[in-house]
């Protein structure tokens, strides 16, 4: 069992999962659905960072599993809290099926698009997602410059959140590092972490929660003005 290193680390990882979700009352409903639709992505994504960028022992073996569904599952929820929780009375949430689906429909095929052509250029693996990324957040927040806001909050608490429990996750597994051993990695490591992985990790953690506040067609709410505020106390 010990082999499976990446399994055990998100099956402890639920631990604080569920604890930020029972908290998040207001949240708790999007970020499920983040956390589903990053599950949704991740076969493919898998596929492609299988060998190149990290190559973990899995279960059933083959390049995705359920060890990246509970990861990923982990990874979209939790950066939508971070992302959102500073700001959580200032937004409102209009999830809407039809419009939310279109819009990852469309976000996603560019974003794929955009992959594909970044792949064929010549760049690596995790510098043509990183490429894409990039390009799909400016486009974003060109549209919704709102969004904004969310880019600090997101980074820095996600970073924390992500890097201690790894911490933990080393502690109690060693040589649970060994499983970053791409063929297309810098070679640089910081603390004893891959430098790719820090880069990968902002890239995802302030494109992620932006992409999907996009898809909920989240808006920030207006705040009441002190004439409105004598209006409605005199109704």
């Not at 997602?129 to 957040?137: G, M, R």
């Not at 549209?143 to 608490?157: Q, S």
Request: charged fraction near 15%; include cysteine; aromatic fraction near 14%.
């Amino acid at each position: 069992m010990v082999e499976y290193k990446y399994l055990i680390a998100n099956i402890l990882g639920l631990v604080p999962l569920m604890a930020a979700l029972s908290l998040a009352w207001r949240l708790r409903r999007t970020a499920i659905i983040c956390g589903i639709t990053l599950v949704l992505y991740s076969p493919p994504v898998s596929a492609l960072y299988e060998g190149v960028y990290w190559a973990p022992s899995r279960v059933f073996g083959g390049s995705w599993g359920v060890e990246d569904a509970m990861f990923c599952f982990h990874a979209g929820a939790i950066s939508w809290l971070c992302a959102f929780a500073p700001w959580e009375s200032r937004f409102r949430f209009s999830p809407r099926v039809g419009v939310t689906v279109r819009r990852l429909a469309v976000v996603s095929v560019l974003a794929a698009m955009a992959l594909l052509g970044f792949l064929v250029s010549g760049f690596t693996v995790l510098a043509a997602f990183l490429a894409t990324q990039t390009l799909s957040t400016a486009a974003i927040l060109i549209v919704t410059p709102a969004y904004g806001r969310l880019l600090m909050p997101g980074a820095i608490l996600f970073l924390a959140y992500y890097f201690l429990l790894l911490g933990v996750w080393r502690l109690m597994m060693p040589g649970f590092m060994d499983m970053w051993s791409g063929t297309e990695l810098l070679g640089g490591k910081f603390l004893g972490i891959p430098v790719d992985e820090y880069i990968w990790v902002v890239s995802f953690c302030t494109g992620f929660p932006i992409t999907m506040a996009f898809a909920f067609d989240a808006r920030i709410r207006e705040r009441s003005s002190p004439k409105q505020l004598n209006a409605s106390a005199k109704r």
